[in-house]
């Protein structure tokens, strides 16, 4: 395991895979006709569904009513119609209905030490009990959390607690344009920034640009940029044609690759983007909104050894709790953020009723506690590790194009390549369609048999997950992929 500089803990990616491996099983996939599960098959596994999860779908049939789709999260699997949960405990979560599943959502993968966590539980209720969740005055969870932030993330030397990560990235991206007085924003496509004006640019599939800008006037992104992922040599044609229209106020990237690494990046990729931004005087951005903790305390900055000027924060920084938000950065970046007014500073405005609001900076002090005092990054990771390996195995037995691969605890399993599509080729576009409803058929067929993923295709590992979970969860896996079309 990799030592990080500010902690004795370790990272949770216990090898680097090789990126040009995988982008080549990814090429063989998409240009490979589908292997969807067999019809005979798939009518058992959705018939799961009607005869075992009545009451979750009498409920939402009575959500439809009241809320567009009959759900709220983006995250929630809703083919054949979405499942209502009762409780999550550790590694497992159970629906209204009793049925019981082996949890790799991890609400998107802010729970890295197990769904409803009981130490940081029992801290939390102190909280409110003592103050209540919101005060609107400063609370002294405020300035721990940041403390230990800091502590393991020097280049953190100030942050500022917001409501979610669409947030902080709205702060980082004014802040960047306040401090440096440039306007261009450049991403890496397919990425996920949130859902803010400028950021629905470029979305799931590099080169959409504003596909899915619905109800977003096109000059709200006219100063957002894409470049390909590990396209170094695009990134440099951007940041060399603006520096005649004004330059670059920062460059942003997940820093695993889009999409929480669904399209890695190579390892010395953001060695390379920290480079260019150096070169062309812009400011690099982290979104570590997943990464930051999961890939170990000093979060992927920490693993690469490559200081942002600016991170994003989200998800574990209020330890799964709700408003999970957060920027931090260079001190004189970062001071363009101070509360109130002064006159003749510029300040980037930003605010939030629920930011910084003593529960959420609870959770997220005790979580980084448990996560010093447990080494669970590590220990999710090596999960991680040991899941992809058995799904490996499972794929080689039945001789499947599919692909399987993790960075640590965050976990990818590429079945229909909807997400893989390079929209520049002919005919990418009429493949969007069948990809992706193969891809909704294997994610209800893994939770027919008794595992919940994101989407189908991503898999998220906690501290919870022991062997014998993981011995369950293959089981399962392998039941699905032996049911695949020959």
Partial sequence: MVKQNASTQEYAISHWPDTDEILAKFDRLVKSPMRPIRRERMEEYLDYFETRCTRSKELTEQAKQLIPGGVQHNLAFNYPFPLCVKKVDGAYMWDVDGNRYVDFLQAGGPTLLGSNYKPVQEKVVEVIRECGPVTGLFHEYEYKLAQLINKHMPAVEMFRMLGSGTESVMAAIRAARTFSGKKKIIKVGGAYHGWSDQMVYGLHLPGTGTFEAHGIPHGCSENTQEFFPNDIDGLRGLLEKNTGQGGTAAVIVEPLGPESGTRPVRRDFNRQVRDLCDEFEALLIFDEVVTGFRLGLGGAQGYFNVKPDLTIFGKF????????????????????LAAGVEAGKK??????????????????????????????????????????????????????????????????????????LNIMEPGALQQIGPRKFMMEEMGAAFMAEGIVTLAGSRLYTSMAVSDEVIEEALAGFDRVLGSVEA
């Fill in 347 to 420: 300040r980037a405005y930003v605010g939030g009723t629920l930011s910084a609001n003593p529960l959420s900076c609870a959770a997220g002090y005790y979580s980084i506690l448990e996560l010093e005092r447990t080494n669970g990054a590590v220990k999710a990771g090596q999960a991680g590790d040991k899941l992809c390996q058995g799904i490996q195995e499972i794929i080689e037995k039945y001789d499947l194009p599919f692909v399987v691969f993790n960075h640590g605890s965050i976990c990818h399993l590429e079945t229909s390549g909807v997400m893989l």
């Fill in 317 to 336: 920084v209020a330890g799964g709790y709700p408003a999970a938000g957060g920027l931090g950065g260079r001190r004189d970046v970062m001071a363009c």
